[in-house]
């Protein structure tokens, strides 16, 4: 019996590399992004897997709303499936500034994107979430420790994890299991590919985790793939951090 995944933001970054480890792992996976995604879908099929994308721009209700139709109507034609099994909500935004330069915009792009987009997006695939069906929220250890010009972003991912325990209870009668990934500094694209990028500023967090580096985005994409595997069946609402040990 297959599995399906959606996965958003999954173009780039995180979302790209937990897509192909999802793919690894057999299950088909659904590439959701605001931009095209053929190369990521490209990717999987060439290494054996399958995928279909869709457009999601998850501050959107209305697309919301269109790519659900078009999730729907894609996996029927695709694997002759009407549920999926999989929901890793990892789409993000960091509008980062120090308290002084903040604005009413910034403030409220960030909870769109960061926890008005996973709640509705939710309960959007609700119906069409099979019984057992595992969601992940991609969270940040900044819910955890402090950084200046983070306190936006912070708060946005310490709501996402309420959401995420509440989400838990509400649909545990379905088997249904919510929990978070909270991923430490990670060498990604994110934010400018600063922590992929900017040697000073990897080698400074490095020496803030206990395994001395920055991590790799595959380890953060593994441990969403063994999360949402039978191996977790009895975990939910719960917050995993992955970060190396950093700020212990």
Do not use: C
């Not at 919301?64 to 935004?93: F, H, K, M, P």
């Not at 929220?137 to 972003?153: G, M």
């Amino acid at each position: 019996m297959i599995r399906i995944a959606l996965v958003t933001g999954a173009n780039r970054g995180l979302g790209r590399v937990t897509a192909l480890a999802l793919a690894r792992n057999k299950i088909n996976v659904v590439v959701a992004s605001r931009g095209g995604a053929s190369e990521v879908v490209d990717n999987i099929i060439e290494s054996g897997g399958e995928a279909i994308s869709v457009q999601l721009d998850v501050a959107d209700l209305s697309s919301i709303e269109a790519a659900r139709v078009a999730v729907l109507a894609g996996i029927e034609q695709e694997w002759n499936a009407s549920t999926i099994d999989v929901l890793v909500n990892n789409a993000g935004v960091g509008l980062f500034a120090p308290l002084g330069d903040i604005t009413a915009e910034s403030f409220d792009a960030t909870f769109a994107v960061n926890v008005r987009g996973p709640l509705f997006l939710t309960q959007a695939f609700l119906p069409h979430l099979s019984d057992g069906a595992s969601i992940v929220n991609v969270s940040s250890s900044l819910s955890r420790h402090v950084s200046p010009a983070t306190s936006v972003y912070a708060a946005s991912k310490k709501a996402l994890e309420a959401l995420t325990r509440s989400l838990a209870l509400e649909l545990g009668a379905r088997g249904i299991r919510v929990n978070s990934i909270a991923p430490g500094p990670t060498a990604t694209d994110f934010n400018g590919g600063a922590m992929r990028d900017d040697e000073a500023m990897r080698e400074a967090l490095s020496g803030q985790t206990a395994l001395g580096r920055v991590g790799d985005p595959d380890e953060i994409a593994d441990a969403i793939s063994a999360l949402v595997s039978r191996e977790f069946r009895w975990t939910t609402g719960e917050r995993i951090e992955v970060s190396g040990g950093v700020l212990l």
